[in-house]
């Protein structure tokens, strides 16, 4: 069963690395997918690709834009949505997917720590997993997968 994963939220640490390494350590048949990591190519692609814009709402909205395309159809192709939010900034974007990813009837995983349980409960009450690592979004993939327990 080849099983394709959507990575959303924050962007500024590896967790994403450390799932596809762990997905791969593990044999597991994944195809992941994300949003664009590079933080100044996501915001700067509106205006890069159709033009300048002097007032910052009207830039941030062109690469808002784009970026959802990619997002919408990432969150759309997948069979799992996993959500990361981190704790130096605040992912208003992560919660959007991760909105997304429940109207649409996507399973999500959602990924934080215990500082951001009451902020997400919500959100976390959406999921089907809340965890706080990356091994244990690879633990969930590998027993939906394969149905085996961490040994």
């Known amino acids: 069963m080849t099983l394709s994963v959507y990575l959303s939220g924050e962007i500024h640490t590896d967790w994403r690395d450390e799932i ?13 997918s994300a949003p664009v990591t590079d ?27 784009l970026n959802a395309i990619r997002t919408r159809k990432g969150i759309q ?9 981190g704790d130096k900034y605040k992912q ?15 399973s999500l995983i959602v990924m934080h720590g215990p500082d951001h349980q009451h902020a997400l409960k919500e959100v976390d009450a959406a999921a089907l997993a809340v965890v706080e690592r990356p091994e244990q979004v690879v633990q969930i993939l590998t027993y939906v997968e394969r149905g085996t327990l961490p040994g």
């Open 20 to 32: 596809v390494a762990g997905c791969k350590a593990a044999g597991l048949d994944v195809t992941v």
């Open 39 to 65: 933080h100044a190519a996501s915001d700067d692609c509106g205006v890069a690709i159709m033009g300048a814009e002097p007032n910052k709402f009207w830039h941030d909205n062109k690469g808002a834009k």
């Open 77 to 85: 192709d997948a069979d799992i949505v996993v959500v990361r939010f």
């Open 92 to 106: 208003w974007n992560a919660a959007f997917d991760a909105g997304l990813a429940s109207a649409w009837g996507k």
